[in-house]
């Protein structure tokens, strides 16, 4: 739980242990034992903005859980589910409840997953015989979806395209980079350092990695892309968002996912109105006005907008895996003991792919 209200960065020591008694299912409820959870950007934003009040847990986090008894006819005892959780090892669901956070569900949404939920469905028994629960959520999770339908919405991707991926060594960035790349794209990431720069061309199999600690950022983008971007995907923003933007063609495409550079260190604002979708993800006036004057396409939203296709992107992702084509890239620590030192470390330097605490096993 939170034990003390959020000033600047966070620390394992704004977490306490608290050991409560295990709940029983009430009708229409399954209890679940969760596996593994995501530890994502969007914790602390919504932590400083009071979601998470002293004594509480946030219970917005994305988690795979196992049904252990249930009294909901939708899942079974057995049955490894995506939900949402808090910082806990065992977690009461049910199909009747709506995701927090979330606008409500669509009709073919929730005949696909059979709940009220985007985020609340068994996963198929076929991709838990293939995939981890790491690989669930993170592959065949959001950050997987976010960068499958992003680049299809923004795409399509041509061979002849020079792309742009900033977050390289990030769970969406990361899988992003190898999608392009896939599509015969020309792929150069963004990471800290000559060593994480050789990681990701290494690792991933893009073309090239432009290190943003480069005291002449725009002197790089300048020589990796001397045509200019055609296609940028940006999760970043801050510097090398904006050294990017310089670069994009016009007629270009950007997918927007987020500005991580903005989660880290001060508090956002308390009180003020929620921001739109777009500024959410980082762009800005300063931006819009840029992308009209290029004619330049952006996309951001939510991934669960298209959650009517998951099951069809699921089965993709999992083709591009299978075939060796797509590699997934997490960061998983052991033991639900290391949950405040994960939350705490999320944007530590060194850190790649989705950042993960797996609690037990099946």
């Known amino acids: 739980m939170l034990a003390k209200p959020l000033e600047g960065p966070l620390q394992p020591d704004h977490f306490a242990l608290r050991e409560i008694s295990l709940p029983e299912p009430a009708a229409g409820q399954a209890l679940v034992r969760i596996l593994l959870a995501n530890i994502h950007s969007a914790t602390r934003k919504r932590m400083a903005a009071g979601g998470t009040k002293v004594g509480a847990t946030d219970q917005t986090n994305f988690a795979c859980a196992v049904v252990v008894k249930s009294r909901d006819p939708v899942f079974r005892e057995g049955d490894v589910i995506h939900c949402q959780a808090g910082w806990q090892e065992y977690q009461l669901v049910s199909s009747a409840e ?6 409500p569900v669509s009709e073919i949404v929730k005949a696909a997953n059979g709940t009220n939920s985007p985020l609340l469905y068994a996963f198929r028994p ?25 680049l299809r919405e923004c795409g399509p991707l041509m061979p ?10 990030g769970s969406v960035g990361s899988i992003a980079a190898q999608l392009a790349k896939i599509a015969g794209s020309r792929v150069i990431g963004f990471a800290g350092g000559a060593d994480r720069c050789r990681w990701v061309v290494d690792t991933l199999g893009i073309d090239g990695c432009i290190d943003y600690t480069a005291d002449d950022l725009d002197a790089e ?11 940028f995907s940006d999760g970043v923003g801050g510097r090398v968002g904006e050294a990017a933007l310089k670069r994009l063609n016009t007629n270009g495409r950007m997918f927007s996912y987020g500005s991580a550079a903005s989660l880290y260190g001060e508090s956002p604002a308390t009180g003020a109105p929620p921001p739109s979708i777009r500024r959410m993800m980082g762009i800005s006036e300063e931006v819009e006005e840029i992308l009209r004057r290029r004619n330049i396409k952006a996309e951001a939203w939510m991934v669960t907008d298209f959650f009517r296709e998951r099951l069809k992107a699921e089965d993709d992702l999992s083709r591009l895996m299978f075939a060796g084509r797509l590699k997934p890239v997490a960061n998983l620590v052991e033991g639900f003991e290391m949950l405040p030192e994960a939350i705490a470390g999320l944007y530590r330097a060194g850190r790649s792919g989705k950042l993960q605490v797996q609690f037990g096993t099946l």
């Not at 709506?98 to 606008?103: D, L, R, S």
């Open 98 to 103: 709506t995701a927090i956070g979330y606008p």
């Open 126 to 150: 076929a991709l838990v015989k293939m995939w981890s629960p790491s690989i669930l959520m993170d592959v065949l999770g959001t950050s997987g979806l976010t960068a499958y339908f992003g």
């Open 160 to 169: 002849r395209d020079q792309v742009a991926v900033a977050g390289t060594s």
């Open 221 to 231: 983008l300048q020589s990796r892309f001397p045509q200019g971007i055609d296609f």
